[in-house]
């Protein structure tokens, strides 16, 4: 066994120092469209390339409704007028209400956080990039988050997928199990929208449909980072992305 | 395997011992220059003929299309075997009003789930099947509600029916202490939403009984309508850690319908792409192996490289899951040949990294002792349920399609089928070990013999048409089956997974078993969900 010890000391520190410093690598992120200010005569093509329907243009620019967005690259890729593109990660956003009463995660919750993990029918990136939260270069463990399997110790219920019909109950009982004070999080496009399945007699469409949702984190799969920033977000030891969140219907750029 | 070849067995002579055998029942129409057998059967003989095929023939069972016409359904059982026995496709029809099929999975039982899953969603009856009923649509649904008929409105729910509270799974072991656990639908860390039975009389497992379909999306009745474009997004992302390989064989039915050549600038790019997936895919799936033996470092080594691969596939491509790369006719982005050959660079210092994990992996006892003779496929039960990929290759059957029925270009690059025999959890590891290798040298080959050139064709229309694509995925094979209409549109999409396929045979393996085992047996499995349940 001692070899094993020997090799993981021969192997050093992968983790990303993120919160603490920005993550710098190259490829821990595929970006995210950015919208485009003053885009004249493109736009049109180019917001009708939309496959989810994310794109519209308003007072002389193109908005991105980030919840959509399902990385397909047709608005940049072999198109006249292409969008901008963010690189980044820090894309979670809120989507509380104002008039949400439900009671607040205390501080004690900052630095140990139970997550409660929901498949609601997520494609297999997604769940992958979940899994990297848990391994060598993200660790969630050094930030004080634990991954539980019962619903009864979790202060967390991270969703992804659209929640496909024969999941609606799992995901319904599984919020009820858990005790106050809870937080929803729904990971990638599919949760926050439906993403490409949307809405049918086979998938609801995104969590939202079901159950409140308090941060969402957008991105088809969101990189493991973005997922982090999410949980960071969760318990007020990171501000929201300066993306369009609509609990927010209007859809206006928040910053 | 050799037991199961026919020495004498090629396509030209087939078509010619079928219209011997079966003059009157089957209409035989061989198309040589595809590789490709087309006949349509009689009823009273398609059981008969189908079973030949796989049992004396040697062919393996791809897949089971239903299709509705107005008036009658058509199924098409499709075949295939080695290099010179290309495809076989068998046509049946029959009318709406009669709707009852002979059943062929007594002697094909790779087809059993196929047939369930028509029942529950075409509502056809199969004769003699042992076990009809909720398959893929739960008890909540309504019986008579079959989705993928032309008439069910996709976009709207369907009303749930009334449970009963009361109902019990029917228990098979009846000994003093037995009982029945139950894991799932939600269950430990990131597990995809599935259900299974242990039946048990204490420690030990008697039996697993799976209950899948939870991520069931509906993607071959959403499918329906859309244009290609919207459809190769579907195929992309019903399984997104082997997006590539099932936008690969999308995009090749769709090339087939139109008649489009592929640029072999394009092809070779694919081949690239799908075995940088490939190894990604077998890294992760190792990782995997060493997480559900608790063996900690390891696990840590493999996933690094794991994550240094997706890295590496986003600096590349924009997109860690190679996301949006296919398209109909080739690829949507060039790379230069020098970016190619310094990515491969780095893959064979990745690689030399995971030679030295293999090492030390199997130099390891208490991590064999878990692997082992645990959760142990047959050759013959392999055979039986058409097992594909890393899983059938390490119970000794090497159909891989790369090799029997090349597609973009795979018969010009040198690889060897790695091959175990003893079909248990080690072997299975070994093999996601050699297939990560022949990825990387596929990977290396293909880099410095990249052809020049464009990466498309010129623009063109799809017309109305229907076609079978393949490709080997990293689980196995997947064929996904297209039929456009005159404007281009999606009428009916089929996708045969490997998970669905190989998912079948999983109880096969999780038989008596100690309950500690089960995590490695689903591991070294390393089926996904996702891909499974469309």
């Given at each position: 066994?001692?070899?094993?010890?020997?090799?993981?000391?021969?192997?050093?520190?992968?983790?990303?120092?993120?919160?603490?410093?920005?993550?710098?690598?190259?490829?821990?992120?595929?970006?995210?469209?950015?919208?485009?200010?003053?885009?004249?005569?493109?736009?049109?093509?180019?917001?009708?390339?939309?496959?989810?329907?994310?794109?519209?243009?308003?007072?002389?620019?193109?908005?991105?409704?980030?919840?959509?967005?399902?990385?397909?690259?047709?608005?940049?890729?072999?198109?006249?007028?292409?969008?901008?593109?963010?690189?980044?990660?820090?894309?979670?956003?809120?989507?509380?209400?104002?008039?949400?009463?439900?009671?607040?995660?205390?501080?004690?919750?900052?630095?140990?956080?139970?997550?409660?993990?929901?498949?609601?029918?997520?494609?297999?990136?997604?769940?992958?990039?979940?899994?990297?939260?848990?391994?060598?270069?993200?660790?969630?463990?050094?930030?004080?988050?634990?991954?539980?399997?019962?619903?009864?110790?979790?202060?967390?219920?991270?969703?992804?997928?659209?929640?496909?019909?024969?999941?609606?109950?799992?995901?319904?009982?599984?919020?009820?199990?858990?005790?106050?004070?809870?937080?929803?999080?729904?990971?990638?496009?599919?949760?926050?929208?439906?993403?490409?399945?949307?809405?049918?007699?086979?998938?609801?469409?995104?969590?939202?449909?079901?159950?409140?949702?308090?941060?969402?984190?957008?991105?088809?799969?969101?990189?493991?980072?973005?997922?982090?920033?999410?949980?960071?977000?969760?318990?007020?030891?990171?501000?929201?992305?300066?993306?369009?969140?609509?609990g927010s219907v209007d859809g206006r750029k928040n910053s | 395997m050799e037991r199961l070849l026919h020495d004498t067995v090629s396509?030209?002579?087939?078509?010619?011992?079928?219209?011997?055998?079966?003059?009157?029942?089957?209409?035989?129409?061989?198309?040589?220059?595809?590789?490709?057998?087309?006949?349509?059967?009689?009823?009273?003989?398609?059981?008969?003929?189908?079973?030949?095929?796989?049992?004396?023939?040697?062919?393996?069972?791809?897949?089971?299309?239903?299709?509705?016409?107005?008036?009658?359904?058509?199924?098409?059982?499709?075949?295939?075997?080695?290099?010179?026995?290309?495809?076989?496709?068998?046509?049946?029809?029959?009318?709406?009003?009669?709707?009852?099929?002979?059943?062929?999975?007594?002697?094909?039982?790779?087809?059993?789930?196929?047939?369930?899953?028509?029942?529950?969603?075409?509502?056809?009856?199969?004769?003699?099947?042992?076990?009809?009923?909720?398959?893929?649509?739960?008890?909540?649904?309504?019986?008579?509600?079959?989705?993928?008929?032309?008439?069910?409105?996709?976009?709207?729910?369907?009303?749930?029916?009334?449970?009963?509270?009361?109902?019990?799974?029917?228990?098979?072991?009846?000994?003093?202490?037995?009982?029945?656990?139950?894991?799932?639908?939600?269950?430990?860390?990131?597990?995809?939403?599935?259900?299974?039975?242990?039946?048990?009389?204490?420690?030990?497992?008697?039996?697993?009984?799976?209950?899948?379909?939870?991520?069931?999306?509906?993607?071959?009745?959403?499918?329906?309508?859309?244009?290609?474009?919207?459809?190769?997004?579907?195929?992309?992302?019903?399984?997104?850690?082997?997006?590539?390989?099932?936008?690969?064989?999308?995009?090749?039915?769709?090339?087939?319908?139109?008649?489009?050549?592929?640029?072999?600038?394009?092809?070779?790019?694919?081949?690239?792409?799908?075995?940088?997936?490939?190894?990604?895919?077998?890294?992760?799936?190792?990782?995997?192996?060493?997480?559900?033996?608790?063996?900690?470092?390891?696990?840590?080594?493999?996933?690094?490289?794991?994550?240094?691969?997706?890295r590496l596939c986003c600096a590349l491509t924009g997109h860690r899951y190679l996301f949006g790369l296919n398209t109909p006719g080739?690829?949507?982005?060039?790379?230069?040949?020098?970016?190619?050959?310094?990515?491969?660079?780095?893959?064979?210092?990745?690689?030399?990294?995971?030679?030295?994990?293999?090492?030390?992996?199997?130099?390891?006892?208490?991590?064999?002792?878990?692997?082992?003779?645990?959760?142990?496929?047959?050759?013959?039960?392999?055979?039986?349920?058409?097992?594909?990929?890393?899983?059938?290759?390490?119970?000794?059957?090497?159909?891989?399609?790369?090799?029997?029925?090349?597609?973009?270009?795979?018969?010009?690059?040198?690889?060897?089928?790695?091959?175990?025999?003893?079909?248990?959890?080690?072997?299975?590891?070994?093999?996601?070990?050699?297939?990560?290798?022949?990825?990387?040298n596929i990977i290396s080959q293909v880099a410095s013999s990249l052809p020049p050139g464009p990466i498309l064709p010129p623009p063109?229309?799809?017309?109305?048409?229907?076609?079978?694509?393949?490709?080997?995925?990293?689980?196995?094979?997947?064929?996904?089956?297209?039929?456009?209409?005159?404007?281009?549109?999606?009428?009916?999409?089929?996708?045969?997974?490997?998970?669905?396929?190989?998912?079948?045979?999983?109880?096969?393996?999780?038989?008596?078993?100690?309950?500690?085992?089960?995590?490695?047996?689903?591991?070294?499995?390393?089926?996904?969900?996702?891909?499974?349940?469309?």
């Amino acid at each position: 066994m001692s070899k094993w010890v020997l090799k993981g000391l021969q192997t050093g520190i992968k983790t990303t120092s993120y919160p603490g410093r920005e993550e710098l690598a190259s490829g821990v992120s595929p970006g995210l469209p950015g919208g485009k200010k003053e885009p004249g005569d493109e736009a049109l093509p180019v917001i009708s390339r939309c496959p989810t329907h994310s794109l519209r243009q308003a007072e002389q620019q193109i908005l991105l409704d980030y919840r959509r967005c399902i990385h397909c690259f047709r608005c940049v890729r072999g198109v006249q007028g292409a969008l901008d593109w963010n690189s980044g990660y820090e894309w979670a956003g809120s989507i509380r209400t104002n008039d949400d009463t439900t009671p607040k995660l205390g501080k004690a919750f900052g630095r140990s956080l139970n997550i409660l993990f929901v498949d609601g029918g997520a494609c297999g990136a997604c769940l992958s990039e979940l899994e990297q939260i848990n391994k060598p270069f993200y660790n969630i463990h050094r930030l004080g988050f634990f991954i539980t399997p019962t619903p009864r110790e979790a202060d967390i219920l991270l969703v992804a997928g659209p929640v496909t019909d024969h999941m609606e109950f799992s995901v319904q009982k599984a919020f009820a199990a858990m005790p106050t004070p809870k937080r929803v999080l729904a990971v990638g496009a599919c949760a926050l929208s439906g993403g490409i399945f949307g809405t049918s007699f086979a998938s609801a469409g995104g969590v939202p449909k079901l159950i409140r949702v308090d941060v969402g984190v957008p991105g088809c799969p969101p990189p493991p980072l973005a997922i982090i920033h999410g949980l960071l977000l969760a318990v007020s030891r990171k501000p929201p992305a300066s993306l369009t969140f609509s609990g927010s219907v209007d859809g206006r750029k928040n910053s | 395997m050799e037991r199961l070849l026919h020495d004498t067995v090629s396509l030209n002579n087939l078509s010619e011992e079928i219209a011997l055998r079966w003059p009157e029942q089957v209409r035989v129409n061989p198309d040589l220059q595809n590789g490709l057998c087309r006949m349509e059967c009689e009823a009273s003989v398609l059981t008969e003929v189908c079973s030949w095929l796989f049992s004396k023939m040697g062919y393996s069972f791809a897949s089971l299309i239903v299709e509705e016409e107005p008036a009658e359904f058509s199924l098409r059982y499709i075949f295939y075997g080695d290099l010179e026995n290309g495809q076989v496709h068998i046509l049946y029809r029959i009318l709406k009003t009669k709707a009852t099929v002979p059943s062929i999975s007594h002697f094909v039982h790779a087809a059993d789930w196929h047939e369930r899953e028509a029942e529950d969603l075409f509502g056809l009856v199969f004769e003699d099947h042992p076990r009809l009923g909720d398959f893929v649509l739960h008890e909540e649904w309504p019986e008579g509600v079959n989705p993928m008929r032309t008439d069910f409105d996709a976009s709207k729910l369907y009303v749930h029916r009334e449970v009963n509270p009361y109902w019990r799974p029917v228990r098979i072991v009846q000994a003093p202490g037995a009982f029945m656990m139950p894991i799932g639908p939600i269950y430990s860390d990131f597990a995809e939403s599935a259900h299974f039975l242990l039946e048990t009389v204490g420690e030990d497992v008697i039996r697993t009984i799976p209950r899948f379909f939870y991520k069931y999306r509906g993607v071959e009745k959403i499918a329906e309508g859309r244009t290609i474009d919207e459809v190769l997004l579907l195929a992309e992302r019903f399984s997104g850690t082997s997006a590539f390989a099932h936008s690969l064989a999308f995009c090749q039915a769709v090339e087939e319908i139109s008649r489009v050549e592929v640029p072999p600038r394009a092809g070779a790019l694919r081949i690239f792409l799908a075995e940088l997936e490939r190894l990604r895919h077998h890294i992760a799936s190792i990782a995997g192996i060493c997480g559900s033996t608790a063996l900690a470092v390891a696990t840590s080594q493999a996933s690094i490289l794991e994550e240094e691969l997706l890295r590496l596939c986003c600096a590349l491509t924009g997109h860690r899951y190679l996301f949006g790369l296919n398209t109909p006719g080739g690829v949507v982005m060039d790379f230069s040949n020098e970016a190619l050959r310094k990515l491969e660079d780095t893959i064979q210092g990745l690689f030399k990294k995971l030679e030295e994990l293999k090492k030390m992996l199997s130099f390891s006892s208490s991590f064999l002792d878990r692997l082992e003779e645990v959760g142990t496929v047959s050759l013959e039960s392999g055979v039986s349920y058409g097992l594909v990929g890393p899983i059938a290759r390490a119970s000794g059957i090497t159909r891989d399609l790369r090799r029997v029925l090349p597609y973009s270009g795979y018969e010009k690059v040198e690889f060897i089928i790695p091959c175990e025999q003893e079909g248990d959890g080690y072997a299975r590891l070994r093999i996601l070990f050699s297939e990560a290798k022949q990825s990387a040298n596929i990977i290396s080959q293909v880099a410095s013999s990249l052809p020049p050139g464009p990466i498309l064709p010129p623009p063109f229309a799809v017309p109305r048409g229907a076609a079978l694509g393949w490709a080997e995925a990293p689980k196995g094979a997947t064929f996904h089956w297209v039929r456009t209409a005159e404007d281009g549109r999606v009428v009916r999409y089929r996708v045969t997974p490997p998970s669905f396929t190989n998912w079948h045979g999983f109880h096969l393996a999780a038989e008596d078993f100690a309950f500690q085992d089960f995590p490695i047996i689903m591991a070294t499995f390393g089926l996904s969900n996702a891909e499974s349940d469309r």
